[in-house]
Structure formats: structure tokens, C-alpha cells
């Protein structure tokens, strides 16, 4: 909720977020990690190197885990108009050649597939030209369209 933030110390809560993020890849009972980046959801931000920071000890935890990150486009109907994971975070997991897979959070029908160009377009941009979907938890690699 909105209001929470606001007096909250927002660097602390991204640091624990990226912590149980990397927890969670831990587990190994996931596949996918979805909003990479979830605390900028009403606009509350550390700086980008903070968060690269912040980031880089759960992004590797996630490869290790042989899990994918998916690019949701739900963060551009919330207040931080953008999908999640910002694209520095994108190139950062494509650096590590962590798999990604979309998602578009969708909470009625006409949201299913929301901005998908847009989210194949920051896949490109950040380096991919494959993404994978599952079947039975396995991984099926598949080449991004044109």
C-alpha cells in the first residue's frame, strides 16, 4: 500500500526484498522469478547503482538456482510506468544468461498479452533473442520473433 511507503526507509525494504528474493531462488521450488523489482510499484526508489548492488548477489542466486525472470508488463499500468524488471536489471540477468520468460499479470481478459511488443522490444534491447516457457517444470527454450 502506498501509504506504508511513505514512511518507510526505502533503501532498507529493496535490500530485504532482494534478500528473500535470493532466499526464495534458494528453495529451488520455483521456476520463475516475477517483479524482479516489485518495491518500485507506486514509484519509490534507491538510486540505480543501490539497486544494482542490491541486485547482483540475487540475480546470482537465481542462475544458480537454473531459474528464469520474467518481463512483466503489469508495472506499466501501476504508478512506476515501467515493466518489471527495469531494463538494467534485464541486462543484468541477460549478462548472467539467466532465462526469461513474459508475463503480462493480467487480471481480466483484455489485459492478457498487455504490451507484450513493448516487452519483447526490452528483451531485444537487453541482449535476448530466446525465451523459454515450461512444461512439467522443464524449461523449453524457443527463439524470439522477429
Known amino acids: ?9 526505502i533503501e532498507s525494504a529493496w535490500r530485504r526484498y532482494f534478500q528473500l528474493i535470493g532466499d526464495m531462488a534458494d528453495t529451488r521450488l520455483f ?8 518495491p518500485k510499484k507506486f514509484g519509490f526508489r534507491p538510486l540505480e547503482t543501490a539497486v544494482r548492488a542490491m541486485a547482483a548477489p540475487a540475480l546470482d542466486r537465481i ?34 544468461d539467466i532465462p526469461i520468460c513474459f508475463g503480462s499479470d493480467a487480471h481480466t481478459p483484455a489485459e492478457v498479452g498487455y504490451a507484450f511488443p ?23 527454450a524457443y527463439a524470439l520473433p522477429e
Open 1 to 9: 500500500e502506498r501509504h506504508l511507503w511513505e514512511s518507510t526507509d
Open 31 to 38: 521456476d520463475v522469478v516475477s517483479h524482479l523489482d516489485l
Open 63 to 96: 542462475r544458480a538456482a537454473g531459474m528464469a525472470v520474467e518481463i512483466n508488463t503489469a508495472g506499466l499500468r501501476k504508478p512506476a510506468g515501467e515493466m518489471y524488471p527495469a531494463p538494467y536489471l534485464l541486462e543484468m540477468a541477460r549478462a548472467r
Open 118 to 140: 513493448a516487452a519483447l522490444a526490452a528483451a531485444r534491447a537487453a541482449g535476448y533473442r530466446a525465451a523459454v516457457r515450461f512444461q512439467a517444470r522443464r524449461q523449453i
